[in-house]
């Protein structure tokens, strides 16, 4: 017998990978590993975690590796083959897709590969040129800002500087500013009549300029989906942007970041419930947007949150000494109330107190 043919809505899956960093040393636990952050923390050790989730962003699953980890995709195919079934199958790999547009104001061309098993499209977004020409434009600004810092720092120096050192110096100006650091050709040479010995030679390559001007704002996504038209395959693959939107969520408002414990069985049980935490986050998210209530769970749970219950507690006139206690939920609000009827709730009146633990 063949796998089963994945549920209704699980014909596409979406795959993400992030990390997480441990604060503490983790000696003894083998996935605390260094390797790529993400979090911008390459000084802690990390775990990478792989989390699928459906075309709307329900997570259908999750797995942990070692923080060392690079490629996990086939892994994850596999997993979720084997408990659905084949089916299309959509990783976030290193393209250079940016995800952050809806499908208005989007261009885009299909195109057939040449072995005819896969299907390239070439998309462009006004939109999204903007905003990659206003990064470039800032982080431009910042290199050569510090550069020029750097540059008069080695003309007034008093005393030799070391080649390597301002070396590194120009690496971390780059890394940091990595969106236009391909921009830019810098050269730290010699300079006798300094006394640092050193200059900065730099300059803004126009080639760089040139291949931005064609690229920004243009994608090419490759798929192995074939049937599709182009608008069916834009408006799926921006739905990636529901797995990273998952990370985002788990890192804030489920604080699976960072992680405090060391052993391996711990870390894996933080994991788990922050998954769990999620699960219940994006079914609360569906029932809001049924409701017309938006897509906010964060708000549906600060108003409810602020829902309370009071112990009435009445002296028994007839047993001295013992007492009535009878735990009542707070009438709601008048915005309490109308959100409540509009997802379908009724608040009991009276909540039963659990026993002592002495008494069970």
Known sequence: MGPPHPPQGL????????????????????????????????????????LVVSREGM?????????????TVEEIVDTMEARYGIADREPRDRRRARLADGAR?????????????????????????KKEQAMHERFSKRIEARLESLGRRLERSRQRLDREAIGRQVGRILGQNSRAAGRYQIRVVDDPERASGLRLAWSAQPEWDEWALHSEGTYILRTNVAEWTPEELWRTYIQLTEAEAAFRIHKSDL?????WYQKAERVQAHILVCFLAYVFWKT??????????????????????RIQSTDVVLPLADEPGR???LRCVVRPDQAQ???????????????RIPPRIDEM
């Open 11 to 50: 014909d596409l899956l979406l795959y993400n990978v992030t990390s997480t960093y441990f604060e503490g040393l983790a000696a003894r636990n083998p996935l605390a590993q260094r390797g790529h952050s993400r979090d911008h923390r390459p000084d802690c050790k990390q775990v990478c975690i792989a």
């Open 59 to 71: 997570p259908l699953g999750y797995e942990v590796f070692p923080g060392n980890r690079t490629t």
């Open 105 to 129: 104001g989007v261009e885009a061309k299909l195109g057939r590969g040449p072995e005819g098993t896969e299907t390239f499209l070439l998309c462009r977004s006004a939109d999204r040129r």
């Open 255 to 259: 604080s699976i970041r960072p992680i």
């Open 284 to 305: 609360l998210e569906q029932w809001q947007q049924r409701a017309g209530l938006g897509h906010r769970p964060r708000t549906i749970l600060e108003e409810i949150g």
């Open 323 to 325: 007492e009535l206690r």
């Open 337 to 351: 109330a109308m959100l409540l009827d509009r997802l379908g709730l009724r608040l009991p009146e009276r909540l």
